[in-house]
């Protein structure tokens, strides 16, 4: 498995875990748990922690724009581990620092989807967040203005 899907698939088991349990968990352990299940790797340790940190800071806008997307669901419909997973994909298409390619983040969301939700979930988190990433792309654009042709300077004689 390769660094970042590994590293997002531990994102995903802190999201979980925050997700379903109202205890607050110290820093201190959720770096120990990145590190122990990335066997210390700074790199992996470090996006696993961008990502979880970056889901938590803009959970509510992200929160807002799977449950506009998400046609007849509630949040709290949905199978944890799918809000979850929506949770990682949208920050990854929508707010991530370095941003991931659409298709790879869809991606990398369907396989861990695969192996950690339901026979349906697949098909469910692809579907949103394929209209998430459309709607991001399909922003109105800006209309821009006419500019006047602008004259050439008059040289001033010194």
Same mark, same amino acid.
């Given at each position: /498995? /390769? ?12 999201? $979980? !875990?925050?997700?379903?349990?109202? +205890? ?8 120990? $748990?990145?590190?122990?299940?990335? %066997? ?6 470090? $996006?696993? &922690? ?8 803009? !959970? ?8 506009? +997307? ?7 419909? /949905? %199978? ?7 949770? &990682?994909? +949208? ?7 370095? #941003?991931? #390619? ?13 192996? $950690? ?7 469910? *988190? ?10 991001? +792309?399909? %922003?109105?654009?800006?209309? %821009? ?10 040289? *001033?004689?010194?």
């Amino acid at each position: /498995m /390769m660094r970042r899907s590994r590293a997002r698939e531990v994102a995903l088991q802190l999201l $979980f !875990q925050k997700d379903q349990n109202p +205890t607050k968990i110290g820093r201190k352990a959720i770096v120990k $748990f990145a590190g122990d299940r990335l %066997l210390d790797d700074a790199e992996s340790v470090g $996006f696993c &922690l961008e990502v979880y940190d970056g889901v938590l800071a803009k !959970q509510g806008e992200i929160d807002a724009i799977i449950t506009a +997307t998400a046609e007849n669901w509630r949040l709290t419909r /949905m %199978l944890p581990v799918d809000r979850n997973l929506l949770r &990682l994909g +949208t920050y990854e298409l929508r707010h991530a620092p370095v #941003p991931t #390619p659409i298709a790879v983040a869809i991606d990398e969301v369907i396989e861990l989807a695969r192996r $950690f939700g339901s026979a349906n979930s697949p098909s469910f *988190v692809n579907g949103i967040l394929d209209k998430i990433a459309k709607t991001k +792309t399909e %922003l109105p654009k800006p209309v %821009l203005e006419p500019v006047a042709p602008v004259e050439p300077a008059t040289p *001033v004689a010194l």
